[in-house]
């Protein structure tokens, strides 16, 4: 795992007095969290270009690993940040196929290069098994290509900064890269700010800064000289063609989606084995590095799994790493204990105090770069640091809630719809008054009340929350669509906080509006996997894991990521992912062959930090200075008044704003520090 920065001047001849290696140099030191181990330069004059590279060694540690690397017939220069898990295989094809290859190190990054050689950018992805970001010089096209990974476990940045002579096109790992580069002026993008507003983090292919841009998963990116002048000004989605510029999808969910319909398991007992085998496939993959290796084990099915499955493959006691908390109410970690001394696993235990979680709330701003108010990012930061002690890569759960039905919304959403769809619009609306009227201390006392009668696919941790949401669906959602954008933004109309021209807000990109595979667009829970999976896998748990990791120099690697395994859950009925109201069927059946159900058998909770008690507590210091009226309308991105609103009623227990109030509070800590 690595960081790289780098960048190219649309006027090199113009640009005079621009050293190539020291501001890339400088670049490149922003994120040198992402690399401690080695550093690197390369430049070419002439065309302008400079690329750097921070690493972190995981594969042949040694100096035949340094980046930025060039290729054995010198056509092409690298800097590469990730894994190919099966680099080792490529080199066997690439041995037989072609005379003549001389091998330098045992890197993944000299076989991903000499791959490109041979078989050129798109035919080489397509062979990998991997997680990645990269950029590649081609001296021959005098062309860039900036590639992501399948998902996007890796970030990649790119846009244009600066103006006249001394305009740029850079790219970076994170942004705090891109604004490293001298005189970094960038605007905030107001309709950037709309979206984060919806969402709680902002979404790809946006950045929080005009004419910056994420590069979205399983994407390329080509451009030349003639490319650099073609200034995008506005968010775009491949495929997108200019002169001198394309973008474009090398990989594509949709056809994974369309192809496992094709090709459906029909068998309990084939799709039991098939997940098994393909998972243990993965997980002892991503097990392979050249240093210590560990798994985070928070007691949930989905890192159960992983640990459950690297133990298997593994000759000695796997190290596991979880967090405990001193307030009950949010402290699972003793499910992760039992778990682990049933799989025998060196277990690590990490038990933190509120002032723990809360020290870290300051370090957010500069880990994240830009607003990002997943408040598990928290606890995420937290574990790291303790697995960073005594591994450098650990491997996580994520992806598995998308992949097989995991989310409450999967079943409660279309379940509740149901039976409310067929009902006119008004009674659904009086219905939903109905529901808001209680308060949501209410709920939560009634499901603490009948928890012990009601079955486990029933019960649900924080129902008044949840009720409270639905009933705002209830009175807004017209179908199954409307009910997903409703579960998955917390601002239906953010032109009501942001302040901004109303047209900039309307005519956003929706970064929800993907068209659908035919085979399933009319099943509801399925759209809704499908497009988590394009949006909020990468934009916010993916970017939550790989900056809380990689702000302490861990490497997370995440194995149900694995295309492999994508392919072999996207064949699955949905009976088999969501049944009897209970999501993740078949990996709950997985599961049960290592695992007694007991230990693991539970509603799910998530990764959850108690901010809504600390706002009015001991944050509240803290978060009155940053929602002051005076300020908040001096600065001029958000409605101030509308804002104190929220805040008094918060505050007085009236309502619970917490998801609304973090995300404001997260811009507004982003935004003092950005200055």
């Avoid at 000299?110 to 950018?121: H, I, K, P, S």
């Avoid at 039992?338 to 690590?348: F, P, S, V």
């Avoid at 999967?410 to 939903?432: C, E, M, N, T």
């Avoid at 064949?571 to 969501?578: D, E, G, V, W």
């Amino acid at each position: 795992m690595c960081g790289l920065a780098g960048f190219m001047l649309v006027n090199p001849k113009k640009a005079a007095g621009v050293e190539l290696g020291r501001v890339v140099t400088g670049m490149a030191a922003a994120i040198e969290h992402r690399g401690v181990d080695d550093a690197g330069v390369w430049s070419e004059d002439n065309v302008g270009i400079a690329m750097a590279h921070r690493r972190l060694a995981i594969l042949d540690l040694s100096e035949k690993g340094h980046q930025p690397m060039v290729s054995m017939g010198g056509r092409y220069v690298i800097c590469f940040n990730g894994e190919i898990y099966n680099h080792k295989t490529l080199r066997v094809e690439l041995e037989t196929s072609f005379q003549g290859i001389r091998w330098i190190g045992s890197s993944d990054t000299e076989t991903l290069l000499m791959a490109f050689e041979f078989w050129g950018v798109l035919e080489t992805l397509n062979k990998t098994v991997g997680m990645f970001a990269f950029s590649l010089w081609d001296h021959k096209k005098k062309l860039l290509t900036l590639g992501r990974d399948r998902f996007g476990e890796k970030p990649l940045f790119y846009g244009w900064i600066g103006n006249a002579a001394n305009r740029a096109f850079a790219f970076g790992s994170e942004l705090k890269a891109l604004r490293a580069y001298p005189n970094f002026s960038n605007d905030i993008c107001r309709a950037a700010l709309a979206k984060y507003m919806q969402h709680c983090y902002v979404p790809a292919p946006y950045s929080i800064y005009k004419n910056i841009y994420k590069l979205e998963p399983g994407c390329l990116l080509e451009i030349n000289q003639d490319g650099l002048l073609q200034q995008i000004e506005v968010p775009i989605r491949a495929p997108y063609k200019r002169i001198g510029i394309v973008i474009e999808r090398w990989w594509k969910l949709a056809d994974v989606v369309e192809a496992g319909a094709a090709d459906l398991i029909t068998s309990d007992s084939v799709a039991i084995q098939e997940v098994d085998s393909t998972l243990e496939q993965a997980v002892a993959s991503q097990s392979i590095a050249d240093v210590p290796v560990g798994v985070f084990l928070s007691g949930g099915i989905d890192s159960t799994t992983i640990a459950s499955l690297m133990q298997k493959t593994s000759s000695v006691r796997v190290k596991t790493f979880t967090i405990g908390f001193e307030d009950p109410r949010f402290d699972e970690s003793s499910y992760a204990s039992e778990i682990a001394r049933h799989l025998g696993t060196d277990h690590n235990e990490f038990r933190i105090t509120a002032n723990d979680a809360r020290d870290v709330i300051p370090l957010l701003p500069r880990m994240y770069d830009e607003p990002f108010s997943d408040s598990s990012q928290i606890p995420t930061h937290l574990v790291s640091v303790t697995a960073r002690k005594q591994v450098k890569v650990v491997l996580s759960g994520d992806g598995g809630d998308e992949l097989f039905g995991g989310y409450n919304r999967y079943f409660w959403g279309p379940r509740i719809w149901d039976k409310f769809q067929h009902l006119p619009f008004a009674v659904r609306k009086s219905v939903g008054h109905l529901l808001n009227s209680v308060p949501a201390p209410i709920w939560d006392s009634f499901n603490r009340s009948f928890k012990e009668i009601m079955p486990k696919s029933m019960q649900v941790a924080h129902m008044g929350d949840k009720v409270h949401k639905l009933s705002q669906r209830l009175r807004t959602v017209h179908n199954y669509q409307d009910l997903y954008r409703s579960l998955v933004t917390e601002w239906a109309e953010p032109s009501d906080i942001v302040l901004a021209e109303r047209a900039e807000i309307d005519q956003c990109l929706d970064v929800l509006d993907f068209q659908l595979p035919q085979s399933e667009s009319s099943d509801p829970c399925s759209m809704m996997m499908y497009l988590d999976s394009l949006t909020y896998l990468p934009d916010d748990i993916l970017c939550k894991v790989d900056r809380a990791s990689m702000a302490v120099g861990l490497e997370a690697r995440t194995p149900f990521l694995d295309h492999r395994v994508a392919e072999v859950a996207w064949r699955l009925p949905l009976k088999m992912k969501i049944r009897n109201g209970e999501g993740k069927w078949v990996l709950r059946q997985v599961l049960n062959q290592y695992v007694p159900i007991e230990l693991f058998d539970r509603p799910k909770t998530g990764f959850s930090m108690p901010v809504g008690i600390w706002l009015t507590g001991p944050l509240l210091e803290w978060a009155e200075e940053l929602l002051s009226e005076t300020k908040m309308s001096q600065e001029g991105y958000l409605n101030a008044r509308k804002v104190q609103e929220l805040w008094m009623q918060h505050k007085s227990g009236r309502r619970d704003w917490t998801a609304r109030l973090w995300c404001i509070l997260m811009f507004q800590a982003w935004l003092r520090s950005s200055k």
